[in-house]
């Protein structure tokens, strides 16, 4: 144990849990958790959707009277949060994929992560405008 | 040089269905960035829900273009997803026996959402309710 862990264990024992606030995740851990977590939501959404889509079938009456769900203020800022889970997924996906054909990437994983969030926020910030802004047209607020 | 590479994300599977669900993940998702970011952008930001209706999708069903591209994207973002969702399955589900469950629904799931996904793209027939469209505006 190092010095300064043993100091850590130490601080947590004495003074209880909130000694680990200054503790921080390993370098990748949140990126993979979002990637996951992105992942699996983006699939729920998408069994709803193939769901909602067949019932075109049922003719305009049933497929248009559903859509006032999808009108719905908290659809729509679900729809929001779906959409950045999206961009957020296919960014950190281009940086996995990035690495693994190109294995000295691995030394750059620090900003290559900075990158992905830099590609996210140029995808998120003007779509989120463009949406709230329809929301906010539309009346559904 | 290797010995020190740390581990980043997940190791190459070295053979057999891992090793091709591995390429799986990275052919399909290379395709649903075109996909699936087109898709939301023309139809989530472009157009919203606010002019998105039945005769929308009608007219836009009408071109073979968008069929195509829209079964293509519904078979592989349900592939990917549920194939992704199978790896959290056996992160987090260790007795053999749940585990057998849980990819046995997986792969149901994908059966039956490909199934109900293909009859809607392939087989929607608009003409079918032209005088239900017309009476309704
Ligand atoms: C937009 C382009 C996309 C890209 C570039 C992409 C890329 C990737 C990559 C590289 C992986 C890692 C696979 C591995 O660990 O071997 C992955 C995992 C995953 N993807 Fe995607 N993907 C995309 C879209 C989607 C969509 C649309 C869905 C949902 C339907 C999805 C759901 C998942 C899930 C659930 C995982 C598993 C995550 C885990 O548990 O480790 N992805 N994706």
Known sequence: MTTETMRDVH?????????????????????WALHRITGLGVLLFLLLHIVDIFLVNYGPDTFNELLFLYRHPVFR???????AGLYYHAANGVRIILIDFWPAAYRYERQLFYG?????????LPTAFLMIRAMLQAGGA | MAAVRPHIGRERPSGG??????????V??????FLAIGHVVIMHVINTVDEIDWQFVADRWNSPFWRAYDWLMLFLALLHGLNGARLAVDDYIRPQGWRVLAHS????????????GSIAVL??????FETLAQAGG
């Open chain 2, 17 to 26: 269905f891992e090793l091709y669900s591995w390429y799986f993940f990275r």
């Open chain 1, 116 to 124: 992905v969030i830099a590609v996210f926020l140029a995808g998120f």
């Open chain 2, 28 to 33: 399909s998702g290379l395709l649903l960035i």
């Open chain 2, 123 to 128: 087989t929607f027939d608009p003409s079918r």
């Open chain 1, 77 to 83: 800022i679900g729809e929001i949060i779906l959409v």
């Open chain 2, 105 to 116: 629904i997986l792969w149901t799931l994908a059966i039956v959402f490909l199934i109900i």
């Open chain 1, 11 to 31: 601080r947590a024992t004495t003074r209880g849990i909130t000694a680990y606030r200054g503790y921080r995740p390993p370098p990748g851990m949140i990126s």
